[in-house]
């Protein structure tokens, strides 16, 4: 069983995602833009693209040139939207509603030249080093388009520096299991009761200006002036995948809804699908 407190955020949450409209067109429904992959991570990304691809109307993949040949293939199986060229990322920055950005993408240690440098956009994509240019996307995404809604996941919340979320104008979302909370805030909070766990996200929350989706045995939901508590779901939620499906979901969802209200709906459909043991949470659509 799942349950949610407090109660009535689960009804307003549903009740607050945007159906797709009876004589809307292409596009209207939310574009995403999934930009995650490396060499050595492979299928993260395209989960999470998998999965938005069957809510918002328009998924655009980016991955690294060093990942060229995967993507290739992937145009044959990735239907349900499209692999764009690394060169053309910017275009489809500005063009969609909202950027998931991390999964599958490299971390690791960047250099001293690298974090003092301002790199223009083809000097990051020249970077030999992965984890230099997740370190280096991030940041010049962030500098350079503030107003985006961004979605932060998997390695993003190891490479970003917290105080760079404070450079948006709206709010961001980050989606972080407790070692990624621990190294994206600096503190390990596992062994917390959950109203401490809840009032340290909280103040996290307000203090970054951002939403919160811990992911744990017990998810908490924190916004700036609010906590939301999802207990349930079973080890079918260890599966490798879950959580890349559950940040393309949530991004995909954050297209056309407000963050502050959509964590509890995703994160009830990732608990409640877990029952079937898979990691494909879209079969709930």
């Known amino acids: 069983m799942v349950t949610v407190s407090p109660e009535h955020v ?29 060499s050595i991570f492979h299928a993260a990304s395209i989960w999470a693209a998998e ?29 349900d939207g499209i692999v764009i060229r690394q060169q053309d990322l910017l275009d489809y920055v500005a063009e969609d509603d909202c950027i998931l950005i991390g999964p599958g993408m490299e971390r690791g240690s960047v250099s001293e030249e690298v974090r003092n440098s301002s790199l223009t956009f ?22 350079h388009y503030p107003h985006k809604r961004f979605v932060f996941d998997a390695a993003a919340l190891q490479m ?17 299991h407790s070692a990624e909370f621990e190294k994206l805030f600096g503190t390990n909070i596992v062994q917390a009761t959950l109203d401490e766990k809840r009032t340290f996200l909280q103040g996290k929350a307000k203090e970054f200006n951002c939403v919160i989706l811990y992911k744990q045995i017990i998810d908490i939901i924190a916004a700036a002036n609010s906590t939301t508590v999802v207990v349930g779901g079973n080890a079918g939620l260890t599966k490798g995948g879950t959580g890349d499906v559950l940040a393309g979901i949530t991004a995909a969802l954050y297209t056309k809804k407000r963050c502050s209200s959509l964590g509890c709906s995703c994160i009830l459909l990732a ?5 079937r043991h898979v990691c494909y949470l879209w079969n709930v659509f």
């Open 10 to 38: 689960l009804h307003e949450s549903l009740q607050s995602v945007k159906l797709p409209g009876i004589q809307s067109h292409k596009g209207q429904n939310g574009k995403l833009l999934v930009i995650g992959g490396s």
């Open 51 to 79: 999965a938005a691809s069957r809510i918002v109307d328009m998924v655009h993949y980016s991955s690294t040139e060093e990942n060229a040949d995967i993507m290739r293939s992937l145009k044959t199986k990735f239907t």
């Open 122 to 143: 083809k000097e990051i994509c020249a970077l030999p080093n992965e984890a230099e240019y997740t370190y280096a996307l991030l940041r010049f995404l962030i500098q």
């Open 160 to 176: 970003i520096e917290p105080q760079w979320l404070l450079n948006l104008k709206t709010t961001p979302i980050v989606t972080p």
């Open 271 to 275: 608990k409640k699908n877990s029952r």
